[in-house]
């Protein structure tokens, strides 16, 4: 079982979360998309100018791309990566303390380090987005993402190699200091937040179609975690 969204104005929000922000998170995510269009959305918390970040395909359907809203946005992008039909892991690292681009933001892919390209320089630390809502799917009609999304997780600390390299072997979290949301979203409780944190508040839910994921399994059997 998975999340899923058809492609139209649905979408979930998770309400005003504060663990994309600051000077480090950790998130990871899979998703299985069955199509794809230019500025589908994926997971956003995020204002043009302002703040936050966003997962999306808004320099081309092929091209995974996480955006930090700043003065000038900063997209940091991996060039054919994103696949149809397909359960695809990602993991996003941000640590601004470190010195260069590719050391602040990390991307992983089923467990490989990716090479993302920068258009501008990574912030030391990521603005708050103005209290915009963490959503997942859409944040508008015509970002709208048709797939699937499970095992969403996030971290506000610096997590280590084997975690990076290695959590897409696994459905529950390789380390839960620091953990502030999972949601597994295949457990048969839609949205249950499983970090402690009791972030089990959501609203929107009435517009996800297909809860269950139609067609795509995500029984453990099924999905085999390479």
Avoid at 70 to 77: E, G
Avoid at 195 to 211: L, P
Wanted: with cysteine; aromatic share 8%.
């Amino acid at each position: 079982m998975a999340v899923e969204f058809d492609g139209d104005s649905s979408f979930v929000d998770e309400g005003s979360l504060v663990y994309l922000q600051g000077a480090q998170f950790a998130l990871a995510f899979r998703c299985y998309l069955r199509s794809v269009a230019l500025n589908d959305e994926i997971i956003s918390q995020f204002t043009s100018a302002t703040g936050g970040v966003r997962v999306a395909l808004i320099i081309a359907t092929t091209t995974f791309t996480l955006q930090i809203g700043a003065a000038t946005n900063v997209n940091c992008s991996i060039s054919n990566s994103v696949e149809t039909g397909t359960w695809q892991h990602w993991f996003i690292a941000y640590d601004g303390s470190q010195s260069t681009n590719a050391t602040k933001l990390r991307i992983f892919l089923n467990g490989v380090e990716q090479t993302v390209s920068f258009s501008t320089t990574v912030p030391t630390s990521i603005v708050s987005p103005g209290g915009l809502p963490l959503t997942m799917g859409s944040i508008t009609a015509t970002r709208s993402m048709t797939g699937l999304l499970s095992d969403l997780m996030i971290w506000n600390v610096v997590l280590p190699d084997s975690v990076l390299k290695s959590q897409h072997q696994s459905f529950n979290p390789l380390q839960t200091s620091g953990l502030q949301l999972w949601e597994p979203l295949h457990d048969g409780v839609v949205f249950k937040d499983y970090s402690g944190n009791n972030r089990d508040t959501i609203t929107n839910v009435g517009v996800v179609r297909g809860c269950i994921g139609n067609g795509v399994s995500m029984g453990h059997p099924v999905l085999e975690l390479a």
